[in-house]
């Protein structure tokens, strides 16, 4: 029988945790995993483990978090005794997904098999940080999995092997997340299988995009923009960040919506009609009607119960630009 692999593991959101588990289930030898520092969470923002260092933890695997890999960088002395580790752990290949710190060359050298990178898109489609929204956003009607092998440019490696998902049209991130997660896991245990002999194909050079990094405040809605636009936002910024409307000078964060069909007669933001299927606003293009919400403090309701608690009448108007002091809302308390 051949000699077992030997796996480094480098991930740590939920997406990364799936994987390792698969990896763990079907018997691969994972002998160090490496993780980001624990972060600050939660409303008393005490410092949190990643997904995959819990795993990791309750696994019994080697743990390393250095806070860089570049050894002529801002924390040499974390990157020299990251260095020192991997070398020990003599890995035939490293296996990376979600992790969060790029890769040097060094570390790309390393293993004899090189880096295998789990990326939620169909390269080179969405390259970059955030595959999963930025595919929901743009109103795409499938996704997948692409098993890369890494170079030292941002998810420009040669492709291993590729698996297609369809994107329902009510998938939110989370949902959409969870079932590429999941494929993410079996593509990867089926790359080290063959390990050594797949065909790497390079990325085609037409039809590149990148996947930006979601910040806070894109979560503001722009009513001017068309309503199928602003329902895929809702879905691809849930759970994270919403979607952010203000009505006199109070944010409320809208969860859920479906585009109502026909001409709008109303201005951008306006509140057409208010009863419990949901609130109907006016956007540039048709209205939407708003089906789940949550006010600040609050958790996330349904129209109906989120009216009984705050009314909003017909003919309010959200602000199609935020206020001076919310420009940046990042500090919202919702």
């Not at 085609?204 to 996947?211: H, I």
């Amino acid at each position: 029988m051949p000699t077992p692999l030997r796996v480094v593991f480098a991930g740590t959101p939920e997406f990364s945790a799936t994987a390792l588990a698969a990896l763990q289930r079907a018997g691969y030898q994972v002998v160090l995993v490496l993780t980001q520092p624990d972060r600050p969470a939660g409303r008393g923002m005490k410092l949190q483990a990643s997904a995959v260092k819990q795993l990791a933890l309750a696994e019994g695997i080697a743990l390393a978090q250095p806070r860089s890999l570049r050894l002529d960088g801002k924390y040499p002395d974390d990157a020299a005794a990251a260095r020192q580790t991997l070398l020990e752990a003599q890995a035939d290949v490293m296996v990376v997904a979600a992790y969060g710190l790029i890769l040097p060359q060094w570390v790309l050298d390393l293993p004899r098999l090189g880096c295998l990178n789990i990326h939620a898109s169909l390269l080179p489609r969405w390259r970059g940080a955030a595959p999963i929204h930025r595919a929901i956003e743009a109103g795409d009607l499938q996704t997948g999995i692409t098993i890369m092998q890494m170079d030292a440019g941002l998810d420009t490696g040669a492709m291993l092997l590729t698996g297609e998902v369809v994107i329902a049209p009510t998938d939110t991130t989370a949902t959409l997340h969870d079932r590429l997660a999941l494929l993410g896991g079996t593509m990867i245990v089926e790359a080290l299988a063959a390990a050594g002999q797949l065909t790497a194909t390079p990325q085609p050079s037409a039809g590149v995009t990148y996947a930006h990094k979601i910040e806070k405040a894109e979560a503001l809605i722009d009513w001017t923009q068309d309503a199928a636009q602003i329902e895929r936002r809702l879905r691809a910024f849930d759970p994270f960040p919403g979607g952010l409307a203000m009505l006199d000078g109070e944010a409320i964060k809208c969860w859920r919506a479906e585009v109502v069909e026909g001409e709008c007669l109303g201005t951008p933001g306006e509140v057409l009609s208010s009863d419990s299927a949901g609130l109907v606003v006016a956007c540039g293009t048709q209205a939407l009607r708003l089906t789940e919400l949550q006010r600040a403090g609050a958790k996330r309701v349904s129209a109906a119960a989120f009216l009984q608690a705050r009314a909003i009448s017909v003919g309010s108007r959200f602000a199609t630009r935020p206020p001076v002091a919310l420009e940046n809302p990042a500090g919202s308390t919702i």
